[in-house]
């Protein structure tokens, strides 16, 4: 074999080895494509204080964030964990559009988003509501609390006031309320007739529930006042303000009366000779349920509220 023949042959196997090469090569892998795209919208219209179902079709992602926006304001985050497989979410919609509102709805998922933007809004103008529904009890006692029973709707903040008589409103601090109630803690003490009233401020709203009668406390029983075991006797407390007149009717009924005369507010006293009240200054005289017999006096004494509470024991609130 001469060096020519040697040659050609070698070179004829360096392209066999080189052509086994190329058909022995690693195949490439397969590039993986995710894909988000926003398919629907229902309704197509977004109406206030109503839902809106977005739908999308997704491809390799698992986890989408949803967004939206009014005109050209920023995203606000609505949810970062929905499943793409989900394939539609409910979104809320606002309890109020402006005339003119458009709008927008953000999809992103792998770094992929898909936006709808100016989705035409409904304008509903919604009524704002703020009215005092009831309180309970109706009247005020000193040491005990009401329960305020309110309605709001539209309404972004409230905030709760009350003043006694005609004062100045005060506001409460750190009230204890809920969405449709307030509860009040009411003072140990009140002073003679006096009156409490309450408001609820809200939005440019207001309610108010005024002049609620309030009573002071006390209880007695046959231990303090041991005359309360005989019925028909009369008997007299002695509170800081008045002293107060007491007849049992019964064996749960009690008859308070103020001793203090209708006419001039003098105190009265009873007399045992002629089972009447008399008046210290002017001569008035009251029988033993209060009623006025002889003037000056032309009104009755003032009666109390009394409640018995068992076992010869009653709350008379004054």
């Keep these: 074999m001469n060096r020519k023949q040697f040659l ?60 939206i926006r009014l005109n050209s304001n920023n995203w606000q985050l609505v949810s970062d964990s929905v499943k793409a497989s989900d394939i539609s979410f409910q979104l809320a919609m606002p309890a109020k559009f402006n005339l003119d509102d458009l709008l927008s709805i953000r999809l992103v998922g792998n770094g992929i988003e898909s936006i709808k933007n100016n989705i035409p809004t409904k304008y509903i103008d919604v009524p704002k509501v703020l009215k005092i529904v009831s309180i309970e009890p ?36 750190n009230p204890d309320t809920g969405a449709n109630y307030l509860n009040i803690q009411l003072p ?20 108010l529930i005024e002049n609620l009668d309030t009573f002071n406390k006390v209880i007695i029983d046959e231990n303090s006042h041991p ?33 203090l005369c209708t006419h001039a507010s003098c105190p009265i006293s009873y007399q045992t000779q002629d089972k009447l009240f008399h008046c210290s200054c002017h001569g008035s005289r009251f029988d033993l349920e209060g009623n006025v017999l002889v003037g000056p006096a032309s009104e009755p004494l003032r009666k109390f509220k009394t409640n018995y509470l068992g076992n010869n024991r009653f709350e008379i609130l004054y």
Excluded: Y
């Design 188 to 207: 140990a003490q009140f002073e003679p007739l006096e009156k409490l009233s309450f408001k609820i401020e809200g939005d440019g709203l207001e309610a």
């Design 8 to 67: 050609q042959l070698n070179f004829a196997g360096v392209l066999g080895v080189i052509s086994s090469c190329k058909h022995e090569s690693t195949p490439k892998k397969e590039q993986i494509i995710s894909s988000l795209k926003i398919i629907g919208l229902t309704p197509d219209i977004a109406e206030a204080g109503g839902f809106m179902q977005v739908s999308w079709e997704s491809k390799n992602i698992n986890t989408i964030a949803i967004f």
């Design 227 to 259: 005359d309360i075991l005989q019925p028909e006797t009369i008997f007299s407390v002695v509170l800081a303000a008045d002293t107060l007149w007491l007849k049992r009717n019964s064996a749960n009924q009690l008859l308070a009366m103020s001793g």
């Design 138 to 173: 109706a009247f005020a006692v000193a040491g005990g609390t009401m329960k305020l029973n309110f309605e709001a709707k539209n309404i972004q903040q409230l905030l709760f006031f009350f003043r006694s008589n005609m004062g100045e409103w005060v506001e409460f601090e």
